[in-house]
C-alpha cells in the first residue's frame, strides 16, 4: 500500500492507548503519513510507523552503560610499553 490519503485506515501503536490499534490519518507530508487519529480514543498524534516507544526502564539502563563507558580510562586496562 504505497498510496496513502486522508481519512485512510491504518495500524499504528497509540500511546495512550498503549497498544497498536486502527488509526485515520490526518495530514500527510510527502505522501506519508504525519499524523493520525485513536479510532479507538480519538487521540490525535504523530505517525509512530506502528513502534512502542522503549520503557523508562531500558533508557535508564542505556544511559547508565553510557555513562559508565565514558569515565572509563581507554588507556587503564593496557601496560605501557616503554
Not at 28 to 53: F, G, I, M, Q, S
Not at 55 to 67: P, T, V
Request: net charge positive; aromatic share 6%; glycine share 2%.
Amino acid at each position: 500500500m504505497s498510496d496513502f490519503r486522508l481519512g485512510d485506515e491504518i495500524d499504528d501503536y497509540c500511546v495512550k492507548c498503549r497498544r497498536i490499534t486502527n488509526h485515520s490519518i490526518v495530514s500527510l507530508l510527502d505522501a506519508v503519513p504525519a499524523k493520525v487519529r485513536c479510532r479507538t480514543c480519538y487521540n490525535d498524534h504523530d505517525y509512530r510507523h506502528e513502534k512502542a516507544p522503549p520503557s523508562k526502564k531500558d533508557l535508564k539502563k542505556e544511559q547508565l552503560f553510557k555513562e559508565v563507558l565514558s569515565s572509563m580510562d581507554p588507556k587503564a586496562g593496557k601496560p605501557e610499553k616503554e
